[in-house]
Antibody, heavy 117, light 109 residues
Framework: EVQLVESGGGLIQPGGSLRLSCAASGFTVSSNFMTWVRQAPGRGLDWVSVIYSGDSTYYADSVKGRFTISRDNSKNTLYLQMNSLRAEDTAVYYC???????????WGQGTLVTVSS | QAVVTQEPSLTVSPGGTVTLTCGSSTGAVTSGHYPYWFQQKPGQAPRTLIY???NKHSWTPARFSGSLLGGKAALTLSGAQPEDEAEYYCFLSYSGACVFGGGTKLTVL
């Protein structure tokens, strides 16, 4: 089955760090454009970061310098390292495919990150 | 970063036709923004409906279509069904970085 499964969310104190994982099956993460998107409770979708097949990366201004997107081709997994977390980073985080050589455009089910003391 | 604008809400009658639009603060939306449309129902993850302006995903019903219209990206629903009631998000790429629109809540009534 072709799918994305996120993990790594949880409750974290302000200023803390967390790493989200997005395990892919049925396609190769390294051959796809992959993105992280978040959704705060009751709010719309908010783009976080993207990695293209040439490993070029881009970030939303709100997370630049704090978050890092990466992938491990041997584990076929996408990651989002989140540092210096703030209350406003509280959201469900989704990974999704945006096409590219592997042409995958599905979404994961999301993982909840809560930043609170 | 750019601001992407959508109608906050629209209503369509069952069987009717409605067009949702997606504008950019930087000017006309073009195919170079690779417009996406996503559908999200309450309590569910979003799913991709349209990519690269007008291409449909394998699960996209034929009644949905994407286009460029008057300097904006557009999503047209022809023959609305009750199950099409959802939030619809536009998504544009700006030379690598990306931005979502605020979403359009579509009511089928």
């Amino acid at each position: 089955e072709v799918q994305l499964v996120e993990s790594g969310g949880g409750l974290i104190q302000p200023g803390g760090s967390l790493r989200l994982s997005c395990a892919a099956s049925g396609f190769t993460v390294s051959s796809n454009f992959m993105t992280w998107v978040r959704q705060a409770p009751g709010r719309g979708l908010d783009w976080v970061s993207v990695i293209y097949s040439g490993d070029s990366t881009y970030y939303a201004d709100s997370v630049k310098g704090r978050f890092t997107i990466s992938r491990d081709n041997s584990k076929n997994t996408l990651y989002l390292q989140m540092n210096s977390l703030r209350a406003e980073d509280t959201a469900v985080y989704y990974c999704a495919g945006l096409g590219g050589p592997a042409a995958y455009r599905g979404w994961g089910q999301g993982t909840l990150v809560t930043v609170s003391s | 970063q750019a601001v992407v604008t959508q109608e906050p809400s629209l209503t369509v009658s069952p069987g009717g036709t409605v067009t949702l639009t997606c504008g950019s603060s930087t000017g006309a939306v073009t195919s170079g923004h690779y417009p996406y449309w996503f559908q999200q129902k309450p309590g569910q993850a979003p799913r991709t409906l349209i990519y690269d302006t007008s291409n449909k995903h394998s699960w996209t019903p034929a009644r949905f279509s994407g286009s460029l219209l008057g300097g904006k990206a557009a999503l047209t629903l022809s023959g609305a069904q009750p199950e099409d009631e959802a939030e619809y998000y536009c998504f544009l790429s700006y030379s690598g970085a990306c931005v979502f629109g605020g979403g359009t809540k579509l009511t089928v009534l």
